[in-house]
């Protein structure tokens, strides 16, 4: 019974589930941050919050050579399947289902979700996923704070994964709202300094969680493994 989550930078995680393997947001080409090539990943799912560049990125090269799943919302799966991949399934907010992995529910995200050739992505989203060994894990996504997010300190998060950048998404100040609302065990904070427009200082937001919450922010840098006790 094991979870590994691993960083790539951005808000490319990969997810190891009792030897099943998650990849959300898949942004390996052009990340900056990434320290593994988009070839050399492996995965058996892939899940994409939305449509920006920075999340599908490497979704359709990397579905079209593992053969993964590519879990995401409806719109974005209509795309993928106008690209030639049959492996998807099209999920909505609000929305869960039962994959061999566990349960995975799309949450509400407050942003955009064009994909990058101008194509209607729907609406973001995020993730809470009900692994079959009983961790539970939350990707925020790209979004704001929304009250929304009080809901899941009702699934008992033990890793959170949430955007602290600023600018696009919510920054350190909202993101420590978020964690008051989401009550997670553990906070990995995502989509910061890969950019000069998204740098923030993430330390202090360690701090902020450690004085202000009753959660332990993980602070990890591109290819550092965290293992969900
Ligand atoms: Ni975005
Ligand atoms: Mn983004």
């Known amino acids: 019974m094991s979870v590994k989550i691993t960083y790539h930078g951005h808000s490319t995680f990969t997810i190891d589930s009792d030897g099943k393997l998650l990849v959300i947001d898949p942004f390996f080409t052009g990340n900056p941050k990434a320290r593994v090539k988009a070839g050399d990943v492996r995965a058996d ?4 919050s939305h449509g920006h560049g920075d999340h ?14 590519v879990i995401c919302n409806n719109e974005i ?3 993928l399947r106008s690209k030639g991949l049959q492996q998807v399934h099209g999920l909505h907010i609000g929305g869960g289902f039962q994959f061999p992995f566990g ?5 509400i995200a407050h942003h955009g979700s064009a994909l990058p050739d101008g194509s ?15 961790k539970t894990l939350y990707f925020s996504g790209d979004t704001a704070l929304t009250y929304d997010m009080k809901w899941l300190a009702d699934d008992h998060v033990d890793v959170a994964m949430l955007c602290i950048g600023d600018n696009f998404t919510m920054g350190p100040d909202d993101a420590i709202k978020a964690v008051k609302l989401i009550e997670p065990k553990v906070v990995i904070p995502c989509h ?3 950019w000069p427009l998204i740098d923030v200082d993430a330390e202090d937001f360690q701090a902020r ?4 919450t009753a959660s332990t922010c993980v602070l990890m840098h591109a290819s550092d493994t965290y293992d969900v006790a």
């Open 45 to 48: 799912f892939i899940l994409v």
């Open 56 to 69: 599908v990125g490497d979704a359709v090269d990397l579905a079209r050579r593992t053969g993964a799943l």
């Open 77 to 79: 799966a209509g795309w």
């Open 103 to 107: 349960r995975c529910k799309m949450t």
């Open 120 to 134: 209607n992505g729907g609406n973001p989203g995020g993730f809470l996923l009900k692994l079959n060994n009983g």
């Open 192 to 194: 910061y300094g890969t």
């Open 209 to 212: 969680c450690q004085h202000e």
